[in-house]
C-alpha cells in the first residue's frame, strides 16, 4: 500500500485548479442508466470511486468510454442486479438503486456497509421506494427492490439526522419515470443535487425545486441522452481553502463555486483570514494567527461534515479553545486520535470535540481511516515540525484527484512512496 511523506514548513502560495465533483459525478453518472441513448459527462474527476461507478456501471451492461475527464454512458441494455464484490467497497453504489428501478421497475444491489464515519443505514432510501409503489426484500446482505408499476406519491426524506444526500437522489431518479407528480419534502438542498436534478432535467425529466426542502417532479414516459458539465468538488475546495489558512502566505482556487463555499468561508473570515471571492475563484491570505471557532456540522447549506475533520486539523494550532460539534455523522472523529498523535489537544465528549489549540504539532506516523480523516492528517502534516507518515493512502485516491501534486506545485514537500500491494 502507498504511503506518503510530508514535510512540515513549507508556505503555501500560487494558484490551484479544482476538480470536478466526486458527490456530484456519482449520482449523475447513475442517472445515465434512464435511458438507452448516449449521454457524455464532462468534468468526471480521475477517482478511485469514479472508477468503481464506472465499473459497476459496465457490469450493469453499460458501454462505457473514458477519454480523460469526459466519460460517454450508453445503457442500451442492461441488467439490474449489482454486482456485490464491488458495491461493496463503495457506499454511493446504492445510487444505482433508483434508476435501474425508474427504467427496469426492479434492482437488486447489496447493502451497503457501515464505514468508519458511522452507520450507513439506508431506511429512508427505501421507505421513498415503497412510496413509490415498489416492494422492498433484505436477503442474504442484499436489498432488491420490484414495481409492476410506479406511482407517484408525497414522500418525507427527513432523518433523525436531517435529509439525506443519495436518498433524495435515489427517489428523484425513481421518479422521473413514475406516473405522475411526486414531492419530495424534507429533501436534501445540497448543490450535488441540484447538479443531478439539472442532468435529469436536460434528460427530459421535469423537476421543479431542487436546492430546497421540497421537490416536485412530474413523471414522464422516457428520457434522452444529454451532455452535462459537473459542478467543481465544493470538499476539496473546502480542502486546499484550509490547507492554505494552515500555511498559506496567499493562495487562490480556480474554478470553484463561491457560491457553494460561504459556510466555509464565513468560518474562516471569523477566524482572522482574509477571503476573497470573485466569479470562480477564492483568494485566501493569512492575516496573523487563526483565532478559535465554534462550529456545529449540519446538512447544507450549514457547515458541511464533510469538512470537519479538515477543520480540526486548523483549529489544533488556533489561538485559544475551539468546539466543534457533528450532527450529521456523530462518530466521525477517527482523526482526533492521531491529530492527538502529531501533539495536538483535544477532548472528544459525546459528538462534541472541544480542540485546545496548541502551538506546533510534531510530525508522526499515522494512520488514515476514511477519505476525510486522511486529508486533514497530510493537512496537519503541512504545519508540523518534521515529518508526518500517512499510511493507507488508498483512502484520499478515493477523493482527492493528486492531492499530493497539487499541494507540491503550491510549494508543500510532499512525497508518494510505492508500496508492496
Ligand atoms: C453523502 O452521503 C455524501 N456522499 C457524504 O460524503 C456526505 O458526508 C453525506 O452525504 C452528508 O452530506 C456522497 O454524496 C457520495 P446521507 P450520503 O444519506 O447521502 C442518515 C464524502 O466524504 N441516514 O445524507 O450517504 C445517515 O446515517 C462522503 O465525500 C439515515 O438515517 O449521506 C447520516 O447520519 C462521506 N437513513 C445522515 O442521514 C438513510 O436512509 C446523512 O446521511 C440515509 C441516511
Redesign the pocket.
Known sequence: MDKILVHGGPALRGNVRISGS??SA??ILAATLLTKEPCIIHRVPDLSDIHYMLTILSELGCEVERASGTVQIKAETVITDAPYDIVRKM??SVCVLGPLLGREKEATVSLPGGCV?????????LRGFEALGAAVRVQAGNVKVLAPELRGATINMR?????????TDNIMMAAVLAEGTTVIDGA?E?P?VVDLADFLNKMGAKIEGAGTRRIIIEGVKELHGAEHTVIPDR?EAGTFLVAAAICGEEVTLQKVAPAHLVSVTEPLQRAGYFVEANCDTITVRRNGGCLPLELETQ??PGF???MQAQMCALLATSQGISVITEH??PQRFMHLAELKRMGANIELQGATAVINGVDQLSGAPVMASD??ASAALVLAGLTADGVTEINRVYHIDR?YESIDDKLNQLGAKIERVKGSK
Open positions: 466526486k458527490n456519482l449520482p457506499r454511493a464515519i458511522g452507520d450507513r443505514p439506508i431506511d429512508l432510501h432523518g433523525k439526522f436531517g435529509s439525506t444526500v443519495l436518498g436534501a445540497e450535488e470538499i446538512p447544507y458541511p461534515t464533510d450529521v455523522f477519505l476525510r477523493g
